[in-house]
């Protein structure tokens, strides 16, 4: 997979949508691509609001906690990976259907909408971007935005689960152990055990490496550019033949490494439970500091 099929800029949405000039919604174009706008982040109660007050035109409203993850438990984590069948009902509510586009955004650089992409693309959905910028690159090159909420025609797409490569703790405990590449995508100072905002121990998998996601971002919040991103990654023991595996607090802003990682072509497995079911299970090790 390369960047062009990750990612989709402002401009060429608008094109595929038939917007331009800072206009408001228009009349539907044939083959244009379902929009997802998925407004989350850790904490964040208002998404919803957010989005009614301001979105893509034609934009349908993701709710992350419900319809991109199965109930929380401390067996499975705080985002368990939804059931089939609820993911394929969810997705045919946003209109999805056999053969469709899909471009998927947020307001935090890509990093909730990622979970939508992944999802999609592991149920077996082959054509989905993430909006480069996301709303804010969007309004920045002066596209209107429209309010309310949008009830897209159901859809008809039809699911198959395992599409991209998962892990369980047990497979994430052996990559690491094991010379592979076991990246946790979390903000340093969670890795390290200095702060733990919301899971029930701090620190890391014994043998992961810290590579905060937020790292990947340019301060507009766009994808760094593709060598940049390769010499990060490279920095991080990236290397060819080299298995590589995403873990972060429950699986959300490491489907956005996982992203990062598929634009140089590289595929990288998801640990879904991650830290959040980790941390649950006190037979499990946590280490602590900078050492891996």
Same mark, same amino acid.
């Given at each position: 997979m390369t960047r062009e099929l990750v990612l989709i800029d402002a401009e060429e949405l608008a094109a595929d949508l038939?917007? +331009?000039? +800072? /206009?408001?919604?228009? &009349? !539907? *174009?044939?083959?244009?691509? =379902? %929009?997802l706008d998925v407004r989350w982040a850790l904490g964040m109660t208002d998404g919803h609001a957010q989005y009614l007050s301001g979105h893509v035109p034609g934009a349908v409203y993701v709710d992350l906690e419900t319809e991109l993850a199965a109930?929380?438990?401390?067996?499975?984590? $705080?985002? !368990?990976? #939804?059931?089939?069948?609820?993911? @394929?009902?969810?997705?045919r509510g946003w209109g999805v259907s056999e053969g469709s586009r899909v471009v998927v955004y947020d307001t935090v650089g890509g990093t909730s909408a990622a979970r939508a992409w992944w999802?999609?693309?592991?149920?077996?959905? &082959? &054509?989905v971007r993430i909006l480069d910028g996301g /709303?804010?690159?969007?309004?920045?090159e002066g596209l209107g935005t429209e309010v309310g909420e949008?009830? #897209?025609?159901?859809? &008809?797409? =039809? *699911? @198959?689960?395992?599409? /991209? #490569? =998962?892990l369980d703790a047990d497979q994430a405990a052996s990559l690491?152990?094991?010379?592979?590449?076991?990246?946790?995508?979390?903000? %340093?100072?969670?890795?390290r055990g200095e702060v733990e905002p919301v899971d029930p121990r701090a620190g890391h998998i014994p043998g992961a490496i810290s590579a905060p996601t937020m790292g990947n971002l340019s301060d507009g919040g766009r994808?760094? #550019?593709?060598?940049? /991103? =390769?010499? $990060?990654?490279? +920095?991080?023991?990236? $290397?060819?033949? $080299?298995?590589?595996? *995403?873990?972060?607090?429950?699986?959300?802003?490491?489907?956005?490494?996982?992203? %990062?990682?598929?634009?140089?072509?590289?595929?990288?497995?998801?640990? !879904?439970?991650s830290w959040s079911q980790w941390s649950n299970d006190p037979a499990r090790p946590a280490a602590t500091g900078e050492a891996a």
């Open positions: 038939g917007l +331009g000039g +800072g /206009l408001g919604r228009t &009349d !539907p *174009v044939e083959g244009a691509p =379902v %929009v109930p929380a438990s401390a067996e499975e984590g $705080r985002h !368990p990976l #939804p059931s089939a069948s609820a993911f @394929q009902a969810a997705a999802l999609l693309r592991y149920f077996g959905v &082959d &054509d /709303l804010q690159g969007w309004t920045a949008v009830e #897209p025609e159901p859809g &008809d797409v =039809v *699911v @198959q689960p395992g599409a /991209l #490569p =998962v690491a152990a094991g010379g592979g590449l076991l990246l946790d995508a979390r903000a %340093v100072e969670r890795y994808f760094r #550019p593709h060598r940049e /991103l =390769v010499e $990060r990654f490279a +920095g991080l023991g990236l $290397r060819a033949g $080299r298995p590589v595996a *995403v873990y972060c607090g429950s699986g959300v802003t490491a489907s956005h490494e996982v992203a %990062v990682l598929a634009t140089l072509g590289v595929e990288a497995a998801l640990y !879904p439970g």
